[in-house]
């Protein structure tokens, strides 16, 4: 009787571990994190010189991996044959080096930019709200992108880019030409972790 008993509790046991494996398995590879990862936030508000222009919005930035292909130095092991003098053949291995295409996973940051410029004083010579980006790239370089709004109505404006380490924005007043006075100054939008 205790031999029967032994023979079902191993049975028992046996099909409880094919049971668990699965769903260990499968709970394994859900909780696994993705490769792609989002930031979020608003940024501002953040106003001109003399208040009477005022900019705000929200930034996204989304990580996308991408195989990145080169060139790498490889050693092989390559048998390298000749015959003496007297015609006997000889062998011997060595080492040599050979360029072999291969792949690596890379990373790109894709962000959005969208703010709301707001216009306190649409009338007059210098009657425009003037907001600017100054977008670092991770390679130090950096671009600028500009905005104005010249009615009394609030102006939603978005731009698009990639990798980028730092962006800033000032807010002004200005002409329908450009911005020309009341700066901020630079003030924070997004910066990339370290």
Same mark, same amino acid.
């Given at each position: 009787?205790?031999?029967?008993?032994?023979?079902?509790?191993?049975?028992?046991?046996?099909?409880?571990?094919?049971?668990?494996?699965?769903?260990?398995?499968?709970?394994?590879?859900?909780?696994?994190?993705?490769?792609?990862?989002?930031?979020?936030?608003?940024?501002?508000?953040?106003?001109?010189?003399?208040?009477?222009? @005022?900019?705000?919005? *929200?930034?996204? !930035?989304?990580? #996308? =991996?991408? $195989?990145?292909?080169? +060139?790498? %130095?490889?050693?092989?092991?390559?048998?390298?044959?000749?015959?003496?003098? @007297?015609?006997?053949? *000889?062998?011997? !291995?060595?080492? #040599? =080096?050979? $360029?072999?295409?291969? +792949?690596? %996973?890379?990373?790109?940051?894709?962000?959005?930019?969208?703010?709301?410029?707001?216009?306190?004083?649409?009338?007059?010579?210098?009657?425009?709200?003037?907001?600017?980006?100054?977008?670092?790239?991770?390679?130090?370089?950096?671009?600028?992108?500009?905005?104005?709004?010249?009615?009394?109505?609030?102006?939603?404006?978005?731009?698009?880019?990639?990798?980028?380490?730092?962006?800033?924005?000032?807010?002004?007043?200005?002409?329908?030409?450009?911005?020309?006075?009341?700066?901020?100054?630079?003030?924070?939008?997004?910066?990339?972790?370290?």
């Amino acid at each position: 009787m205790r031999f029967v008993s032994r023979i079902l509790l191993g049975v028992t046991a046996a099909t409880l571990v094919a049971i668990a494996a699965p769903v260990a398995a499968n709970a394994a590879t859900t909780s696994a994190p993705s490769a792609t990862s989002s930031y979020d936030a608003a940024w501002g508000p953040y106003f001109s010189g003399d208040h009477k222009a @005022k900019a705000h919005g *929200h930034v996204s !930035v989304e990580k #996308k =991996k991408f $195989k990145f292909w080169t +060139w790498k %130095w490889v050693q092989i092991k390559k048998e390298v044959c000749w015959k003496d003098k @007297k015609g006997d053949k *000889h062998c011997k !291995v060595v080492l #040599k =080096k050979d $360029k072999k295409r291969v +792949w690596q %996973w890379r990373y790109d940051y894709f962000f959005k930019v969208h703010s709301t410029l707001h216009n306190n004083k649409w009338w007059g010579k210098k009657k425009c709200a003037w907001e600017t980006f100054k977008v670092v790239d991770k390679n130090g370089s950096a671009y600028f992108k500009s905005f104005r709004n010249c009615t009394k109505h609030p102006a939603e404006f978005t731009f698009y880019g990639k990798n980028a380490a730092h962006i800033y924005v000032d807010v002004s007043r200005g002409t329908t030409f450009g911005p020309t006075g009341f700066h901020s100054g630079w003030k924070d939008v997004y910066h990339a972790a370290a």
